[in-house]
C-alpha cells in the first residue's frame, strides 16, 4: 500500500461495495385531527386547570431494499372533571434512505434517530393546533427516543427470553 493511502476495512470505514448511506427524503404531515367537545362552555370557565395526557407512537416500514418511512404519533387529551376539553393527534412520517447498516443499527435508526429529526415538526403542529383550537398553546417536552428505543428492546428481549422458556425441549 502507498504512503497515504487507507484500507477501507481497516480504518473503520464501509468498503465500496456496503458504503453506509443515511438520507432524508421527505418529512411530512400524514394525519391531523382535533376535537374540542366541551366548546363552547369550556371557554366561559375561569377555574378550569386541564390534566394533559401525551402518548407516543412510533411505525418504521420498508418500502424498498433502501427506502424506510418512519412514522411519528401524537396524542394529546386535556381532561377536566374526567371530561375531555380537547383532543389532538397528529401523525407525522419522513422517508429516509438507509443503506450498509447491520440489522440492530437500522432498527436503532428507525426507532430513535429518524423520530428525533422528525419530532421538531410534529411539536410544532401540535402547538399550533391546539392554540387555534382556543387554549393555551401546548409546547410539548423534548422526547428522548433514544432511551424509549432501549426501552423497548429490553421489553422485546424479556418477551423473547418468555417465549424460549415456554417452549417445550
Avoid at 55 to 72: H, I, K, M, P, Y
Avoid at 127 to 148: E, S, W
Wanted: aromatic residues 10%; charged residues 20%.
Amino acid at each position: 500500500m502507498a504512503e497515504g493511502e487507507n484500507s477501507a476495512a481497516g480504518n473503520g470505514q464501509a468498503t465500496e461495495g456496503n458504503e453506509q448511506q443515511f438520507f432524508v427524503q421527505k418529512i411530512y404531515l400524514k394525519d391531523l385531527s382535533f376535537e374540542s367537545p366541551q366548546a363552547p362552555d369550556i371557554f366561559t370557565r375561569d377555574d378550569w386547570k386541564p390534566e394533559v395526557n401525551v402518548q407516543v407512537g412510533n411505525n418504521a416500514t420498508r418500502l424498498s431494499d433502501a427506502a424506510f418511512e418512519t412514522e411519528l404519533t401524537i396524542t394529546v387529551t386535556a381532561t377536566v372533571d374526567e371530561k375531555t376539553i380537547y383532543l389532538a393527534e397528529v401523525q407525522y412520517g419522513g422517508v429516509f434512505t438507509i443503506k450498509g447498516f447491520d440489522d440492530a443499527t437500522r432498527r436503532q435508526l428507525l426507532g430513535a434517530y429518524c423520530p428525533t429529526l422528525i419530532f421538531p415538526y410534529i411539536r410544532e403542529t401540535v402547538g399550533d393546533l391546539v392554540m387555534k383550537g382556543g387554549f393555551p398553546q401546548m409546547v410539548l417536552q423534548p422526547i428522548n427516543f433514544d432511551a424509549l428505543y432501549a426501552q423497548h428492546e429490553q421489553q422485546r428481549a424479556a418477551q423473547a427470553d418468555q417465549a424460549s422458556d415456554a417452549r417445550p425441549n
